[in-house]
């Protein structure tokens, strides 16, 4: 047997570009894949995990594990090779629109511009409870060793909890002239996370008056697609792993757009 | 076995600093109890009419025993309590039923009054007849299920527990049975997001639930009786929970005993924390679900456990302890034996902490050997659960290596989607695959471990005991709810006047009169 060894200097252009799952050899396409049936377990489970698996591109397919759960289910894992090629050029992600700044140059950027502090509200709304994200952007003690925008000298922040209400949410944002409304969901469920959104995007449609400058509704929850604001009718949304900061420095440049 | 394991006193904890705690849990809580003894609340005075056996609801949805309360309140107020008005009304006017007077009342047809003299003593006595029978059915219920454990025998310790929550109960109940014959020993429905914040209970089977599913009545019935099918079947009887939480804990530990669910989350600070229910409201409202509790024999859950999600496992390992303390407290004083104490705690620690799973078993053991009677329960990590499911399932697994370890009573089964989704039912089935696999494998294992007089578990046992104590020391001096307006459990801040709920407190007048407290203070004292 020859052995050619494959080193990075020698693959060429194409093979950087174009590329297939990897198992434990290039090229080799391998991937691993579990799921369930509403099918009783038995050789004809197995032999639908085994269609189920090539109607998603796998072939070869090898059920390698099947399980009954209960009389009419079956769980199934799979390894199995895809003849999916991907061109890395056709791969897009959600740039950053906006520059990263240190606090200090964010402090300076809303003086320079605003003349006074710029003001946050936030809350969880609908029957979601959970805090802890929004905290995590909200609170001095913050996230991934990152200060939350209550340290941040001129930013004030109005952080009503969780379980607020759309049309009381807009009440305080207005009463408290805020500039941007910070809304975390948690529960997706049923997509719980996206209904509570838009019910946030109609409340200001209904609640805030036409001559005041409307405030940027900006959006964060783990399971949010960041691509989905314009869908949802909001400015910014943010996913998993959001740190104070990105926040912060998205608003200062937004703002920025905004003045100007 | 077990019995005589929690009696080892691995850590050599001293007796007369538990002593001390459980004295300073006790001084802490009595203002509370006392608040408690004082007051009422709408939803304890809806719950005697459900006693009573008021069910339904009117066409918009809202059960009668809200609009009857809120009838004989806009009259006479809630501070006599509901049952004599109710009761004299009934006896005085020409109303068929409790029912039909709710309708009346609702449509604005009857005035109610507090009678004096012998119509109250006749109203108070039909009033506690009524009520009686509901707790006669109560009493059947708890018979029935100790009936059945005899037959069918009881499962071992630990008790598998585990969560279902499709939003749909007849999607749930499927799930429940096929998680049953999977090794389940608890079904635990969770209920559906915002129902903490309905001032009423829903009526009826019910399909629509975000994350959960609604707790009615009819839910609990239709669950109770799928699980009866499958405990005969299986030759165990498998238990049925549910949460007696939010703004209508009472009523919902009624309906747990009218129904014969078998446990029930109830802890005396999670609506407070973890839904901004007013403090004061949950306190009262705790006590008499407690009550209720007592006689139906059901077990309880409490959540200390949910701490550790908005604070450090480590730093705030003490609140838990204090928190523990004052639940078994609380639930002494309302009549719930040992027994039926299931304190809640968790495997929380972030598992990049050094010696996370050597910290784990320290906290897990001074729990274990602080409440030796109790069936505590265990929860598994959650906070520290991510997307990465493989990696959360070998956590999950190191979770029950430490509830068999120190011979927690109840498992919670982790989810490994547990940082993503709510399970899949083949997420559910893996998961019991992990427990029974660390339960047969590790059979026995309790007897060969003991730690090291001066190892890290027994002396970080003894240091949180210790910051437990000074804590108590705080909350006895300063006042419980001043300890919770400052954020001391959970990190959270909730102010006694704030949250919801506040509006539906009355403090009880002199002829207060509440036929369900007599009978189940009767036997409590
Ligand atoms: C802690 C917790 C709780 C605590 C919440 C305490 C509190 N005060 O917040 C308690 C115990 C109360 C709880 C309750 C429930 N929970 Co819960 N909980 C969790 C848990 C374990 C951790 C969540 C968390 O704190 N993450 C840490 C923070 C920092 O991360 P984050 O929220 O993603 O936030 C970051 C980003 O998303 C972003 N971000 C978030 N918000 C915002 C907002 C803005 C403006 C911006 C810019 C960014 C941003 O920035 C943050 C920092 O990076 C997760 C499981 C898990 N491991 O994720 C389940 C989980 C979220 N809970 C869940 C459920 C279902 C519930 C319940 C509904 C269960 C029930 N039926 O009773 C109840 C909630 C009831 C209700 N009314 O909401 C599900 C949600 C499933 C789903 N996808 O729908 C999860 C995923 C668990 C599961 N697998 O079932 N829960």
Redesign the interface.
Same mark, same amino acid.
């Given at each position: 047997m020859t052995v050619t060894p494959v080193t990075a200097t020698s693959m060429t252009e194409s093979q950087r570009r174009h590329v297939r799952a990897y198992g434990d050899t290039t090229g080799d396409g391998m991937v691993q894949l579990s799921f369930t049936l509403p099918v009783a377990p038995g050789p004809r489970a197995e032999a639908a995990a085994a269609l189920f698996a090539r109607k998603m591109g796998l072939d070869p397919a090898l059920v390698v594990h099947a399980k009954g759960i209960g009389e009419s289910f079956t769980f199934f894992v799979v390894y199995g090779r895809s003849g999916v090629v991907l061109d890395l050029d056709e791969v897009r992600v959600e740039e950053r629109e906006y520059p990263l700044l240190p606090p200090k140059e964010i402090n300076l950027e809303i003086r320079s511009r605003l003349q006074r502090r710029l003001v946050v509200v936030g809350a969880t709304v609908g029957t979601d409870a959970h805090t802890v994200g929004l905290d995590a952007i909200c609170n001095v003690k913050g996230f991934a060793g990152e200060k939350g925008l209550e340290s941040y000298r001129e930013i004030r922040v109005v952080n009503l909890g969780a379980q607020v209400d759309a049309d009381e949410l807009v009440r305080r944002a207005l009463a408290e002239s805020a500039d941007a409304i910070l809304v975390s969901q948690v529960v997706t469920q049923r997509d719980a996370h996206l209904v509570h959104v838009r019910e946030v995007a109609d409340a200001l449609d209904r609640g805030w008056p036409r001559e005041r400058k409307r405030p940027l509704l900006v959006v964060g929850g783990p399971r949010f697609d960041p691509a989905s604001a314009a869908e949802l009718g909001a400015d910014r949304v943010f996913g998993k792993g959001t740190t104070p900061r990105d926040v912060a420095s998205y608003l200062v440049s937004a703002l920025g757009e905004g003045a100007a | 076995m077990t019995a005589v394991a929690r009696r080892r006193n691995l850590l050599r904890l001293d007796p007369a600093l538990v002593r001390r705690a459980r004295r300073l849990a006790s001084q802490a809580a009595e203002p509370v109890v006392e608040l408690a003894r004082t007051h009422t609340t709408s939803s304890v005075e809806r719950s005697v009419l459900r006693l009573a056996g008021l069910t339904g609801a009117d066409a918009e949805g809202i059960p009668w025993v809200n609009r009857l309360v809120d009838a004989v309140r806009a009259d006479v107020g809630l501070e006599h309590g509901v049952a004599v008005p109710v009761f004299d009304a009934l006896l005085t006017g020409d109303h068929v039923d409790v029912s039909t007077l709710a309708q009346k009342a609702a449509a604005g047809g009857v005035h109610f009054r507090v009678p004096t003299g012998r119509p109250a003593d006749r109203a108070r006595r039909a009033a506690k007849r009524a009520v009686g029978a509901g707790i006669t059915r109560i009493d059947r219920n708890r018979q029935t299920r100790e009936r059945m454990i005899r037959r069918l025998g009881d499962p071992p310790k630990p008790w598998i527990y585990l969560i279902v929550a499709t939003?749909d109960i007849h999607e749930d109940i499927?799930q429940a049975?096929?998680a049953a014959?999977?090794g389940a020993d608890v079904i635990a429905v969770i209920r559906s997001?915002?129902q903490?914040?309905l001032d009423y209970v829903p009526e009826g089977a019910t399909r629509e639930g975000?994350?959960g599913t609604y707790a009615t009545q009819e839910n609990f019935r239709l669950m109770r009786a799928a699980l009866d099918e499958v405990s005969g079947e299986l030759g165990r009887y498998v238990r049925l929970t549910n949460y007696a939480s939010g703004l209508c804990m009472p009523e919902i530990a009624t309906l747990a005993g009218l129904e014969r669910l078998d446990m029930m989350l109830n802890d005396c600070m999670y609506g407070i924390i $973890?839904?901004?229910i007013n403090p004061q409201r949950t306190f009262i409202d705790q006590r008499f679900s407690r009550q209720i509790h007592a006689r139906a024999g059901i077990v309880i859950n409490t959540g200390e456990d949910n701490y550790l999600?908005?604070a450090d496992a480590v730093d705030a390992a003490h609140t838990v302890v204090v928190s523990q303390l004052l639940n078994e407290r609380f639930g002494l004083e309302a009549g719930l034996t040992d027994a039926q104490l299931g304190l809640g705690h968790a495997f929380e620690i972030n598992p990049a902490v050094p010696q996370q799973f050597r910290l784990e078993l320290a906290h897990a053991l001074l729990v274990r050997e602080l409440f030796p009677e109790a069936p505590l329960k265990y929860m598994p990590p959650t906070k520290h659960m991510t997307g990465n499911v493989f990696f959360g399932y070998l956590l999950d697994a190191f979770f029950n290596l430490a509830g068999i370890l120190t011979d927690q009573e109840i498992l919670l089964v982790g989810m490994m989607t547990e940082g993503i989704?709510?399970p $899949?039912?083949?997420d559910r089935?893996?998961a019991l695959e992990n427990v029974r696999y660390v339960r047969d494998a590790c059979s026995g294992l309790t007897q060969d471990f003991v730690p090291a007089r001066d190892g890290l578990v027994v002396r970080r046992a003894h240091e949180v005991l210790a910051e437990s104590v000074d804590l108590l020391e705080k909350v006895a001096a300063d006042g419980l709810f001043e300890a919770i307006a400052r954020g001391t459990f959970g990190v959270?801040r909730r102010p006694a006047d704030g949250g919801r709920g506040l509006d539906g407190v009355a403090a009880r007048a002199e002829d207060y009169y509440n036929p369900a407290t007599e009978i189940l203070e009767a036997v409590a004292r």
């Open positions: - | 939003g499927p049975q096929a014959r999977a997001t915002g903490s914040l975000f994350a $973890f839904r901004d999600t908005t989704v709510t $899949f039912l083949s089935d893996l959270t």
